[in-house]
């Protein structure tokens, strides 16, 4: 890793750097948001030009329940580090530069003839910007190279190829997956620059997407690319019993100790042919969601965040039988188990050989059993309507790691225990 390169702080150094790091970050401007209340302190916080901040050590990490934030990258990696002392070296490093990314803080000085240690892109001093860094790991990892065959988390699979998936394989799976979320696009891009300097001999690059979250329009729930709002129905991530029952993993008998609290990933690139949707009647793109595009609203009420009476419906004459949300959470009983945390970001990825855009949504959801949430939803969902608008192009699945308690503790330890 950092080793390999003359201009690179080693892990020691990097070490150091830290403590500058620390004392820098208490005299920023920083609010350090609570989860619960994160949204509307990261707001409040953005407007008057000071930094929201994650607490990075806890018994999860904090990207899972924190807020969807503006701007996100989606990095997935193939692990170079030789063996288990590699991987243990790599983990580490990330995490150190994690710590010190997301607490924000004045790099290290390294003289007048070394390169900086920091790329600049944020200025002087580093902010930490509403910044999380969540690590994933690939079903890849666990092949054997790194002596860690019997530790899998059970459920961890490549991705399978679903009906009408138009899969790339070369944006799908990968040992690693690290996710950057900030308010902003710089400090996403000033995380990636560090993260992947800091570890370039151990990792390499395999596939990456970027995406956004638009501001409320005119208000509540951010919008998709459809036009629609996205994430209005999701679980409440400020209920930690129904965290502990839909997105943390246990350890146990099918599981193995080290997974407990951390989760399953989906992670879904889903194209949308806004050509083809843009000429679709209104009545038409609700009637295949089963929400009214303007507020957001089941079709069987009035205001965005009231439930959607199937029960006073049954024949689907307001929300069809085949709307995505009917379909995607039918609220019967026996269903209540399969419902996952959303997070979903907008991309726009440009043209594609045709001159059509090439735009549409990262979807993705932690689970605490991928099979039994995001496959089963993912299975039901095969013949919704929507699917002559959508493509799926990549993806995969993922384990996000259990926090890093504290500043001796690295992402992944549990693994090697
Ligand atoms: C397998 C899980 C899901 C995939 C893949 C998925 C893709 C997808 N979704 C939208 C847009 C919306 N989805 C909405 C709700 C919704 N979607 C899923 C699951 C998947 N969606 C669930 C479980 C739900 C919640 C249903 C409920 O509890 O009522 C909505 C409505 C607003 C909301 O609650 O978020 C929209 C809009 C797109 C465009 C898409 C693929 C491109
Ligand atoms: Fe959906």
Redesign the pocket.
């Known amino acids: 890793m950092n080793e390999q390169s003359s201009n690179a702080p080693s892990r020691r150094g990097f070490l150091i750097g830290m403590a500058g790091a620390a004392a820098g970050a208490a005299t920023t401007a920083a609010v350090t948001a609570g989860l619960g209340a994160a949204a509307p302190a990261a707001a409040a916080a953005h407007a008057a030009g000071t930094a929201a901040r994650y607490e990075f050590h806890g018994a999860h990490q904090a990207g899972v329940l924190a807020p969807v934030r503006r701007s996100t990258s989606l990095l997935a990696l193939d692990v170079t580090a030789q063996g288990a002392a590699g991987l243990t070296e790599l983990l580490q490093t990330i995490t150190d530069t994690a710590r010190f990314l997301t607490t924000g803080g004045a790099p290290r000085e390294l003289g007048i003839t070394a390169p900086p240690s920091d790329s600049g892109v944020l200025g002087p001093e580093v902010t930490a910007g509403g910044l999380t860094v969540t690590l994933a790991v690939g079903a890849s990892l666990f092949d054997g190279r790194f002596g860690l065959a019997s530790v899998k988390p059970s459920k961890l699979r490549p991705m399978e190829d679903f009906p009408n998936d138009a899969l790339d394989r070369a944006i799908c799976d990968g040992d690693l997956l690290l996710q950057f979320e900030a308010d902003d696009n710089d400090v996403v891009i000033h995380g990636v620059r560090e993260v992947l300097r800091a570890t370039r001999a151990g990792m390499q690059l395999r596939w990456r997407r970027d995406g956004f979250s638009s501001p409320p329009r005119p208000s509540g729930t951010p919008r998709?690319l459809?036009g629609?709002?996205?994430?209005?129905?999701?679980i409440d991530r400020t209920d930690a019993k129904l965290m502990d029952q839909l997105v943390w993993a246990h350890g146990g008998q099918a599981e193995p100790a080290w997974v407990e609290g951390g989760s399953y990933l989906a992670v879904?690139v889903?194209r949308?042919l806004v050509e083809f949707w843009d000429r679709v009647g209104i009545e038409e793109q609700q009637q295949m969601?089963g929400?009214y595009k303007g507020s957001?609203a089941p079709l069987t009420g009035s205001s965005e965040f009231e439930d959607?009476h199937y029960e006073r419906d049954p024949n689907g004459d307001s929300i069809p039988l085949s709307a995505?949300?009917r379909v995607?959470?039918p609220r019967t009983p026996g269903t209540e188990n399969q419902?996952?945390l959303?997070r979903a970001f907008n991309y726009d990825g440009g043209i594609d050989a045709n001159g059509n855009l090439d735009q549409?949504?990262i979807?993705t959801?932690f689970n605490q059993d991928i099979e039994r949430q995001?496959v089963t939803?993912?299975k039901r969902?095969i013949d919704e309507p929507l699917v002559d608008y959508?493509s799926p192009v990549g993806g995969g699945y993922y384990f996000a790691l259990p926090g890093a308690r504290d500043a001796s503790d690295w992402l992944g330890k549990g693994m090697f225990a």
């Not at 629609?228 to 999701?234: E, I, L, W």
Request: aromatic fraction near 12%; charge should be positive; charged fraction near 20%.
């Open positions: 998709n459809m629609f709002k996205d994430g209005t129905a999701n879904r889903i949308m969601f929400r957001g959607p995505h949300i995607a959470n419902r996952m959303r549409g949504l979807f959801a995001f939803v993912q969902l959508i």
